[in-house]
Structure formats: C-alpha cells, structure tokens
C-alpha cells in the first residue's frame, strides 16, 4: 500500500508540474503575465538594427559637460593636437582624433573604429539627405577602421553630424563636442581663461565652488574651497573626503600634502577659471599607488570673500 501511495503521489505531481508548463517545458503562471526576458543576444541584435522604417539604435550618450561654453579657433594657437571627441552614439565610436589649426580655422582627422560609414555630413540627418552629394564628407582610407576629415567650428561645443552607412544606405544622426579639456593648456591663446586678472580679484581670502570629476567617481573635495590670491595669482586648498593622497600632479608640478590627518589638504595654483582643470592625485587606497587623472572646475560665479 505505501508504494501504491508513494506512485499516486508522483503521478499527481508530474500532472501538476506539467499544467504549469509550456511546450518548451519553461514554467508558466495563467494568473501572472510578466514581461518577455531580453537576452544578450537579443541586447545585441538591437543594437545593431537599422532599417529605413524603423531605426533601433544603441541609447543616446551624453556629450559635453554642464556648463561649457564655445571655445573658437582664434583661442586656440596654430599647431596639431591630439584631442577627445564625446559621441552620442556608440555605434558611431571615435578611437583617435587629430585637431589641426592653421588660418584662424579648426579642423580634424577623426579615426573611425570601423569602416561601417561612407560619408559624413556636418548637420542633420534631414539636412544630410536633403544636400548635395558635393557636400558630403568621404571616407579616407577604406581598410578596417577609415578616417574623415572635418571642419570644427568650436571645441567644447554640440556639433550635429549624420553619417551615412554603406550598409543600410540611410543618414543616421550623431552629435559630437570636440573637448577643450584635452588639450594641453600651452594650446591656448590667453583669452581662453577667466584669470584673476579678468576678475579684478585683489589680494586676500575668498571662498569659491569647485567640482570634482574623474577616477571612480566615489573620490570627492569639499565645496566650496579656500582661494587665496597672493601677488596676483590664485591658491586654492584642497580638501579630500579621505586622507589616502599622498602627492598631487598640477601643470607637471609635484605637489605634497599640508596635511594628511582626517584628510588630504593640498594648496594648489589655480591657472584660470570656468574650465576643466587637468590634475592628477596618487592614492594610497589601493594594494600599490596608483595616480588617478581629474579634472577640477572652480567657478568664477561664485568666488566671494
């Protein structure tokens, strides 16, 4: 009897185990209907699907930074640089840009991380299919990774660009900002920064705001800092929200702490403001030292005594 039981049992289960599955055998609820899994491949697929009634294409990616303002050519002295470029796409990806600056006008040399695009347009994808094939900007290059070279009106400004795909034969839009911030500050014509000078700024203590970008993103300085200007230049103090820096990099410079008790203070020159200020700061924090490049903005808006 109690193995007649025990089969009756596995009977009833396999029944019910059964109602509740599909063909497939993936269990299913007839009270609950919850949303379809995403897979990576299906991720993937969509990605990369564009066709001419509907366009599918990676999320939008922020460009710039709060608070940028046009840089033009004539702030930025004749030469080559290797700069950054944001995209907001990634299926339209950067992987080397050279700025060229010569007869007060920019242009560069962007090196693709494929060969997926035949033509560049410095607009709009409407105003793409609408110009002149005149107008369009051809791939150099035409191995794995081609090359276009384009004209830049201002860095550290929202550029629209459409780029045609061999492919699919559509404009696809894109928008790009050729980032100041990554050149090197000899690049720069004197006008290119709110000095002390520009801000009237007389000798004393003052208090500004200043932001913090860079590393992981969990590192942090205290807002505002301390800004002193002695003889005519500009000092700020830097607080870290922990005591694991141990030297800071500015301008080339190798700066020590004043103090590393509760936490990192350093007194750092200040070249200029409303600007991303390049840096670099050794932490402590990790198994070896490991110097970690930010960027510090203080804002000339807020410098108060």
Same mark, same amino acid.
């Given at each position: 009897?109690?193995?007649?039981?025990?089969?009756?049992?596995?009977?009833?289960?396999? *029944?019910?185990?059964?109602?509740? &599955?599909?063909?497939?055998?993936?269990?299913?609820?007839?009270?609950?209907?919850?949303?379809?899994?995403?897979?990576?491949?299906? &991720?993937?697929?969509?990605?990369?699907?564009? &066709?001419?009634?509907?366009?599918?294409?990676?999320?939008?990616?922020?460009?710039?930074?709060?608070?940028?303002?046009?840089?033009?050519?004539?702030?930025?002295?004749?030469?080559?640089?290797?700069?950054?470029?944001?995209?907001?796409?990634? +299926?339209?990806?950067?992987?080397?840009? @050279? #700025?060229?600056?010569?007869?007060?006008?920019?242009?560069?040399? /962007?090196?693709?991380?494929?060969?997926?695009?035949?033509?560049?347009? /410095? %607009?709009?994808?409407?105003? *793409? *299919?609408?110009?002149?094939?005149?107008? @369009?900007?051809?791939? !150099?290059?035409?191995?794995?990774?081609?090359?276009?070279?384009?004209?830049?009106?201002?860095?550290?400004? !929202? &550029?629209?660009?459409?780029?045609?795909? =061999? @492919?699919?034969?559509?404009?696809? $839009? =894109?928008?790009?900002?050729? @980032?100041?911030?990554?050149?090197?500050?000899? *690049?720069?014509?004197?006008?290119?920064?709110?000095?002390?000078?520009? #801000?009237?700024? !007389?000798? $004393?203590?003052?208090?500004?705001?200043?932001? #913090?970008?860079?590393?992981? %993103?969990?590192?942090?300085?205290?807002?505002?800092?301390?800004?002193?200007?002695?003889?005519?230049?500009?000092?700020?103090?830097?607080?870290?929200?922990?005591?694991?820096?141990?030297? /800071?990099?500015?301008?080339?410079?190798?700066?020590?702490?004043?103090? +590393?008790?509760?936490?990192?203070?350093?007194?750092?020159?200040?070249? %200029?403001?409303?600007?991303?200020?390049?840096?670099?700061?050794?932490?402590?924090?990790?198994?070896?030292?490991?110097?970690? !490049?930010?960027?510090?903005?203080?804002?000339?808006?807020?410098?108060?005594?």
């Amino acid at each position: 009897m109690k193995k007649v039981a025990i089969f009756t049992a596995a009977v009833l289960l396999s *029944a019910v185990f059964y109602s509740c &599955t599909d063909n497939s055998g993936n269990v299913s609820d007839s009270k609950t209907t919850t949303a379809p899994q995403t897979t990576a491949a299906e &991720t993937t697929s969509e990605l990369t699907t564009e &066709t001419a009634t509907e366009k599918v294409t990676a999320a939008q990616l922020e460009v710039g930074y709060e608070g940028m303002k046009a840089v033009p050519a004539e702030s930025v002295k004749p030469g080559e640089y290797d700069i950054k470029v944001d995209s907001s796409s990634s +299926m339209f990806k950067i992987t080397a840009c @050279r #700025l060229i600056v010569e007869d007060g006008k920019m242009t560069a040399k /962007m090196t693709m991380s494929g060969s997926g695009y035949e033509y560049l347009y /410095m %607009g709009t994808e409407e105003e *793409a *299919a609408k110009a002149a094939e005149s107008d @369009r900007i051809a791939a !150099e290059n035409a191995g794995e990774a081609v090359e276009f070279t384009v004209p830049v009106e201002a860095l550290d400004k !929202e &550029t629209d660009c459409a780029a045609f795909s =061999r @492919r699919k034969e559509q404009w696809y $839009g =894109r928008k790009l900002v050729f @980032r100041a911030d990554s050149l090197p500050k000899e *690049a720069f014509s004197g006008d290119m920064f709110v000095t002390v000078d520009s #801000l009237s700024l !007389e000798d $004393g203590e003052y208090k500004v705001d200043v932001k #913090l970008e860079g590393g992981s %993103g969990k590192a942090s300085v205290q807002s505002p800092a301390k800004l002193e200007i002695k003889d005519g230049k500009a000092f700020a103090e830097i607080i870290w929200s922990s005591n694991k820096y141990d030297y /800071m990099v500015v301008d080339g410079e190798k700066i020590m702490p004043v103090s +590393m008790e509760e936490f990192s203070v350093f007194e750092i020159p200040v070249d %200029g403001f409303d600007y991303k200020m390049s840096v670099a700061a050794d932490t402590t924090a990790m198994s070896t030292p490991h110097e970690i !490049e930010y960027t510090l903005f203080f804002d000339s808006s807020s410098v108060n005594k």
